[in-house]
C-alpha cells in the first residue's frame, strides 16, 4: 500500500513538456463580462458600507434624540412639581389675603361705627 502511494505521487509531481505549454483560450466577452462583474461587486461594496455609515448615522441620532426626550421629560416633571408647590404656595397666600380682607372690612365697619356713634352723641348732646 505504501509502495502504491508512493508511485502515484510520483507519477504526479513528474510532468511532461505538454501540460506545462497548454494554453487556454478566454474571449474577450467573457473578459469584459468579468470585469464588469468586479465593478459592479465593488460599486455595491462601496454602496453597501455607505449604507452601513449611514445606518449608525442614524442610530447615533436617534440615541441623541432619546436622550434628549428623556432629559425633557425631566424638566418637565421638574417643572410639574415646581409648579404644585407654587400653586400650593398661591392657594394659601390668597387664603390669607381673602382673610385679611374680611378682617379689615369688619374692623372698617367697627371703625365706621364708633365714628358715627361719637358724631351723633356729640350732635346730641
Known sequence: MILTLL???KSLWSQTN???DSLVVVSIEL???ANLKLAEGKYYKNLADKQQELIF???ELNYAKSEK????ETNMYKLYDE???YKDINSYLEHSLNKS???NYILGSVALTTT???VLSIIIQ
Open 7 to 9: 508511485l502515484s505521487s
Open 18 to 20: 505538454e501540460q506545462k
Open 31 to 33: 473578459i469584459k463580462e
Open 57 to 59: 448615522d442614524l442610530e
Open 69 to 72: 426626550i428623556k432629559g425633557l
Open 83 to 85: 409648579n404644585k408647590q
Open 101 to 103: 380682607k374680611k378682617a
Open 116 to 118: 358715627i356713634i361719637a
